[in-house]
């Protein structure tokens, strides 16, 4: 929710300071995000005259202009490469130390191609007032030199932000915000009454609701005869100000009720609609052309307002192209309506649509300010755009439903742990909108129509609470007694935890079997003693209990394949039984890989396929270690695995020959046809239990993670090379060239044959390039392209595939 300073004053009568109304939102629940004060940021600027504008001697598209800045010094040297620079010219300076927020730089004395500059003459997409950087800014010929720019072009009004939580739609407008911040001794709430519009003929529209519960109240309104155009300034700069672009006045001054008093409203143009209004379910297949240019299809949960024609609106969320009002607009429907809140959230995320009108509908608007609502905006009309207003058509509640709580003075007391005086209590109850009746000790708490949020007693209390000072809540600690807490984790379900992680992370999917498994299955991967035999077993093949998950999971995958899906990445982490003792009993992580089903994914690469290899399983089992803490420098690898590995396709891990922590590699066939699954599978199998404790050291503080908020760029390039050359030098070839913009280098493709010369292939490569301070332009992109191309002709000898 954004508002500008004078525009919180048109609510509230108050000379406190910007930064205290900011920590004071912020204290009583409305969190302020951002503060932008152009006033400030730009303050450093100034008005300047060129005096003159000579041609660069080293460029052609460079002038040496002398500026008089107006602060009677001698005129200060610039080069500017704007085509609009020119003697005469009034615009924008900034002197060396400034900084150009549109640059993200601060500005020095430089020497460009042999001349110095003392400055710049800045665009206004360099002080971030627009987007035209097409030529420095040019003002008025009697603009004041010297004179601060921003005080000059009035941007002396700050721009607040504030992060709402759901239930305060209240202050979804800026006359709730304006509340809130006189309860809390902020100044003096302004709330004029809205006077009634004398009707002066019946509305030829009639309205009909075919389901209550999807709109409990519609009010409509037609007003003749009116003028459409632009909105008035002050209209224009108060959307502006918060990033709404102006479009005509009937349109801005529903943008502006949206904004002031949390209603939206919706405005038709009446020559548009064809007969009656009917709110209605749509149809299945039903179609509509938005105002965003988008054409919706609708089905019967969603909610719309249509004519004789057909679907005009979809309800409480977005207008539609068809009935919209335009300059030619004469007649003007305007309707102020109740929605339901699930239905329009539910509409929302099913249309993809996020608009004003459902950020506040969905959180739920004030019922009894429908109708005023209403009022307001017809003033608004016929004072911005004439016309002769009807009578209203109002059907439903036009009310909310009386709320009176009892409500105990002592509540605040146990709950809150603060004493605050019933004086008090009223003055902030009844300055929020409350009524309060009674001496106490209980009294009665009528609850406003915008507050439907509050149903409870302990919902009074946060109201009193937030608006005295959650800092006034008393520090009370708990007695946790006098030994040190405990580790609530122990290690091994630490280790659980990451191991899990790890390969989700990896992106396998984490499956759960059972710890059962027939007896040749259990005698294949070394259990099937009789101690691990079951009793009372629930199926024949559940005999024994599982010395390893490996079983369970290769039944998993295989039914995955029977059914369709062959490329399936699963694990599991739990227990496997060596032995009937407590210590026989180990947490593994084991997983299998089938089919496409790489850790390289589905995507393109060298070699044409990505199918599972020996090499993915190590790298899982490697990958569920480093994260359980294992001491990765310590591992060994050693050829050849358990039985059940292919004995030339597998490994061991372990840190010496006393401490096999694990295996991996593909199973073996013979394995495979005990389990009755198609191979080839690879698979691991790691035991946390046998990770070492890690010794205790001093911590030593990560680095911070820094993440771009920049999208990465993507380019590929294909270069013709000689055979002998492989392909990881060109790939540290590209790297090479900027270190700290590209982020990834790639081998895609590699190829030989017609087409290629003999003795040469080709090897393409995708380069990952992640801007850090800025979003990249074309030519910075192709500048690291060039680069990349003549390093890799330089090291390789590579050329350019055409």
Not at 306 to 317: F, M, P, Q
Not at 490 to 498: A, E, P
Request: with cysteine.
């Amino acid at each position: 929710m954004k508002f500008t300073l004078s525009w919180l004053k048109e609510h509230l009568d108050t000379d406190e300071p910007l930064e205290k109304l900011a920590d004071k939102l912020t204290m009583i629940g409305l969190e302020v995000e951002n503060i932008e004060d152009k006033a400030k940021q730009l303050s450093p600027f100034t008005i300047a005259r060129v005096i003159s504008a000579e041609q660069h001697p080293n460029a052609d598209r460079l002038r040496v202009c002398m500026v008089d800045t107006g602060d009677g010094a001698a005129p200060v040297q610039v080069v500017c490469g704007a085509p609009n620079a020119r003697a005469g010219l009034v615009s924008v300076f900034s002197a060396p130390g400034t900084f150009i927020p549109g640059k993200n730089i601060t500005l020095g004395v430089g020497t460009i191609r042999g001349v110095e500059s003392r400055g710049m003459l800045c665009s206004a997409a360099e002080l971030q007032i627009s987007e035209d950087h097409d030529g420095i800014m040019e003002l008025p010929a009697d603009a004041p030199i010297g004179a601060a720019y921003a005080q000059w072009a009035g941007l002396g009004d700050p721009v607040l932000e504030i992060n709402l939580t759901p239930n305060r739609q209240d202050c979804a407008g800026v006359h709730g915000i304006a509340r809130d911040l006189s309860a809390a001794d902020m100044g003096k709430f302004k709330d004029p009454t809205i006077k009634p519009i004398k009707g002066e003929f019946p509305c030829p529209v009639t309205v009909t609701v075919e389901d209550a519960t999807l709109c409990p109240g519609f009010a409509l309104r037609l007003v003749r005869g009116v003028k459409n155009g632009p909105s008035p300034e002050w209209l224009q700069q108060r959307l502006t100000s918060i990033g709404l672009r102006p479009i005509n006045a009937l349109v801005d001054i529903t943008n502006f009720m949206t904004y002031d008093r949390a209603r939206p409203l919706h405005v038709f143009d009446a020559a548009k609609v064809s007969g009656n209004l009917t709110v209605r379910r749509a149809r299945d297949g039903e179609t509509l052309l938005a105002l965003d240019g988008r054409t919706y299809t609708l089905d019967k949960d969603v909610c719309v307002i249509a004519d004789d024609h057909g679907v005009e609106s979809l309800a409480g969320i977005m207008g539609g192209e068809a009935s919209g009002c335009s300059e030619d607009t004469t007649d003007v429907l305007i309707e102020s309506a109740l929605w339901n809140e699930i239905n329009i959230a539910q509409t929302g995320r099913k249309l993809g649509i996020n608009s004003d009108a459902r950020y506040r509908f969905e959180r739920g608007v004030d019922p009894a300010f429908m109708v005023p609502g209403l009022e307001m905006a017809t003033r608004l009309v016929m004072d911005l755009c004439g016309g002769a207003p009807s009578e209203n058509v109002v059907v439903g509640k036009a009310f909310a439903d009386d709320r009176v709580i009892d409500f105990p003075l002592s509540e605040v007391r146990r709950l809150a742990g603060i004493d605050v005086p019933l004086p008090e209590i009223k003055r902030i109850l009844s300055h929020l909108g409350f009524m309060i009746a009674g001496p106490g000790p209980v009294v009665k708490v009528a609850v406003p129509s915008w507050r439907s949020d509050v149903h409870g007693k302990a919902d009074i209390v946060e109201e009193i609470v937030r608006i005295v000072g959650v800092d006034k809540v008393p520090m009370t600690p708990f007695d946790r007694g006098e030994e040190a807490r405990k580790p609530i984790l122990t290690s091994i379900q630490l280790r659980t935890r990451r191991a899990k992680r790890a390969l989700a992370a990896r992106g396998m999917v984490e499956a759960v079997t059972w710890s059962f498994i027939s007896k040749p299955h259990a005698e294949l991967f070394g259990g099937g003693q009789p101690e691990l035999a079951l009793a009372n077993p629930i199926a024949a093949d559940m005999s024994d209990m599982r010395p390893s998950l490996l079983p369970g999971l290769v039944a998993a995958v295989q039914a995955n394949a029977n059914r369709g899906f062959p490329d399936v990445a699963l694990f599991e982490v739990g227990q496997i039984f060596r032995g009937d003792r407590p210590e026989d009993q180990l947490i593994a992580a084991s997983g299998v890989r089938h089919g496409f089903a790489s850790s390289k994914g589905m995507g393109r690469h060298w070699s044409g396929s990505a199918t599972a290899d020996a090499l993915d399983a190590k790298a899982d089992a490697f990958a569920v270690l480093a994260a359980a803490g294992a001491p990765m420098q310590a591992l060994q690898v050693v050829s050849g695995g358990a039985s059940w590995l292919h004995p030339g396709r597998s490994g061991t891990i372990q840190i010496g020959p006393q401490n096999v922590l694990g295996y991996f590699g593909e199973l073996h066939p013979r394995a495979l046809d005990v389990l009755r699954a198609d191979g080839p599978m690879i698979g691991f199998e790691v035991i946390l239990d046998r990770i070492p404790a890690a010794k205790q050291r001093p911590t030593r503080a990560r680095p911070v993670l820094e993440l771009s908020p920049f999208q990465p760029v993507s380019r590929d390039f294909a270069f013709i090379v000689d055979r002998s050359v492989r392909a990881g030098d060109i790939v540290r070839s590209a790297q090479g060239v900027d270190k700290k913009l590209i982020t990834d280098v790639t081998v895609f493709d590699v190829y030989e044959g017609k087409g290629i010369d003999e003795g040469k292939k080709s090897i393409a490569i995708a380069v990952t390039i992640q801007p850090r301070e800025k979003t990249l332009t074309d030519q910075e992109i192709e500048a690291v392209a060039a680069r990349i191309v003549a390093e890799v002709t330089r090291k390789t000898g590579g050329v350019l595939r055409g």
